[in-house]
């Protein structure tokens, strides 16, 4: 297993490097000093880029000011490190003036299918009141059907005790603000940490990182499922962690392709894939077996959790783009099919954004879910 992250890291810097470089040339063709490639040059210190990390012992991030509650053992001894986050509550994650990158979150809770879909993460760039991240904390964090099964890829890695991670960088010019708000009926606890760079250069139309929820349960025949809706203006999709409960046993879900209609795209898209599994760089059928840009990390009592992140095989759109995946069986030879489909899907586009679509309420997020 060591080996294999110590390979999944080497991977992963070289694909992210050629995003930096490209993002530095860039800079330097609009006028603006670039900073180093902080992932592939390590060693390069003069980046003019401020490191700063917020959690509950440090909730503004601030110089100097961590730690500073008190426990039994006195102060700066483990004061603050989790709350209770009770049912009904939100608490703001943080706060952030920028320019800056969020660079990693991490989070772990209460491991239950129930609150996993219960909490709901938001993110609202600069001035924007609607959120451009909205999620249940455990499909964002990389998991479909709250079932914690641990596993790593480029975008997230996942602890068999729910030690939740993801890695995408999320830029900001102003301001960046994040909620977590627990719609569940049980006070859960909540432990978090937000790592980010401050100082960055971006310009004002950078990509900011948005994410979408959406579940159908069921699907609708010949309807293509939406993994992401129309996006006007330009952007960049960085693929989906996808869920499915099979609503047939023994017959195959999976043959549906995935349509991606972009700059003009009416009845026809123009990437257009092969099956679902193929979409997520399997075949013939599906296995339990997760990679850093793709794979299944959940194949059981048939439910499935898939995903695919498209790194270093960008999919850019300039002026509109939304993306289907169709639902279609095997039975017999192929067939229409309806099934339990969600997913979060994330994607990079300038702000003011159109406001997301409407999230399935909690009942909705929580039904028919994995149980042991």
Request: hydrophobic letters at 35%; aromatic letters at 10%; glycine letters at 10%.
């Given at each position: 297993?060591?080996?294999?992250?110590?390979?999944?890291?080497?991977?992963?810097?070289?694909?992210?490097?050629?995003?930096?470089?490209?993002?530095?040339?860039?800079?330097?063709?609009?006028?603006?000093?670039?900073?180093?490639?902080?992932?592939t040059e390590p060693y390069i210190l003069d980046t003019g880029l401020t490191s700063r990390s917020i959690c509950f012992e440090n909730p503004t991030g601030a110089p100097g000011q961590g730690g500073t509650d008190a426990s039994k053992l006195g102060v700066?001894?483990?004061?603050?490190?989790?709350?209770?986050?009770?049912?009904?509550?939100?608490?703001?994650?943080?706060?952030?003036?920028?320019?800056?990158?969020?660079?990693?979150?991490?989070?772990?809770?209460?491991?239950?299918?129930?609150n996993l879909r219960s909490l709901v993460i938001r993110a609202y760039w600069e001035a924007q009141e609607h959120p451009s991240i909205e999620s249940p904390i455990g499909d964002f964090m990389g998991f479909a059907h709250g079932k914690v099964q641990h596993?790593?890829?480029?975008?997230?890695?996942?602890?068999?005790?729910?030690?939740?991670?993801?890695?995408?960088?999320?830029?900001?010019?102003?301001?960046?603000?994040?909620?977590?708000?627990?719609?569940?009926?049980?006070?859960?606890?909540?432990?978090?940490?937000?790592?980010?760079?401050?100082?960055?250069?971006?310009?004002?139309?950078?990509?900011?990182?948005?994410?979408?929820?959406?579940?159908?349960?069921?699907?609708?025949?010949?309807?293509?499922?939406?993994?992401?809706?129309?996006?006007?203006?330009?952007?960049?999709?960085?693929?989906?962690?996808?869920?499915?409960?099979?609503?047939?046993?023994?017959?195959?879900?999976?043959?549906?392709?995935?349509?991606?209609?972009?700059?003009?795209?009416?009845?026809?898209?123009?990437?257009?894939?092969?099956?679902?599994?193929?979409?997520?760089?399997?075949?013939?059928?599906?296995?339990?077996?997760?990679?850093?840009?793709?794979?299944?990390?959940?194949?059981?009592?048939?439910?499935?959790?898939?995903?695919?992140?498209?790194?270093?095989?960008?999919?850019?759109?300039?002026?509109?783009?939304?993306?289907?995946?169709?639902?279609?069986?095997?039975?017999?030879?192929?067939?229409?099919?309806?099934?339990?489909?969600?997913?979060?899907?994330?994607?990079?586009?300038?702000?003011?954004?159109?406001?997301?679509?409407?999230?399935?309420?909690?009942?909705?997020?929580?039904?028919?879910?994995w149980s042991e």
């Amino acid at each position: 297993m060591f080996v294999r992250c110590k390979v999944v890291q080497v991977l992963w810097l070289a694909a992210f490097a050629a995003v930096l470089v490209a993002g530095c040339e860039e800079s330097t063709k609009k006028g603006r000093v670039p900073y180093s490639n902080i992932v592939t040059e390590p060693y390069i210190l003069d980046t003019g880029l401020t490191s700063r990390s917020i959690c509950f012992e440090n909730p503004t991030g601030a110089p100097g000011q961590g730690g500073t509650d008190a426990s039994k053992l006195g102060v700066a001894r483990k004061g603050k490190p989790a709350i209770t986050l009770k049912a009904g509550q939100s608490v703001q994650l943080c706060d952030i003036e920028g320019p800056g990158t969020i660079r990693h979150i991490w989070m772990t809770t209460a491991k239950t299918p129930e609150n996993l879909r219960s909490l709901v993460i938001r993110a609202y760039w600069e001035a924007q009141e609607h959120p451009s991240i909205e999620s249940p904390i455990g499909d964002f964090m990389g998991f479909a059907h709250g079932k914690v099964q641990h596993y790593d890829s480029a975008v997230h890695s996942l602890g068999m005790n729910a030690g939740m991670n993801i890695w995408l960088p999320m830029a900001f010019t102003q301001r960046a603000r994040m909620t977590l708000t627990n719609d569940g009926t049980k006070d859960v606890p909540l432990f978090y940490q937000i790592d980010y760079t401050l100082g960055e250069d971006h310009p004002a139309d950078v990509g900011r990182l948005h994410c979408v929820f959406r579940r159908e349960n069921p699907t609708t025949e010949k309807e293509d499922f939406v993994l992401m809706p129309q996006r006007m203006g330009k952007g960049r999709f960085m693929g989906a962690l996808i869920g499915i409960r099979n609503l047939h046993p023994g017959q195959w879900w999976g043959e549906g392709e995935i349509k991606v209609y972009m700059d003009g795209d009416t009845e026809f898209p123009t990437i257009c894939g092969t099956g679902s599994e193929d979409y997520v760089g399997l075949s013939y059928g599906m296995q339990q077996t997760p990679f850093l840009y793709n794979g299944c990390n959940l194949n059981q009592k048939d439910f499935v959790s898939m995903y695919r992140w498209h790194i270093p095989d960008p999919i850019y759109w300039e002026k509109e783009c939304r993306i289907t995946m169709q639902q279609i069986a095997w039975k017999d030879g192929l067939a229409e099919t309806s099934d339990d489909w969600s997913t979060a899907t994330f994607w990079y586009e300038p702000v003011p954004s159109e406001p997301l679509p409407d999230m399935p309420d909690v009942a909705a997020r929580t039904a028919d879910i994995w149980s042991e």
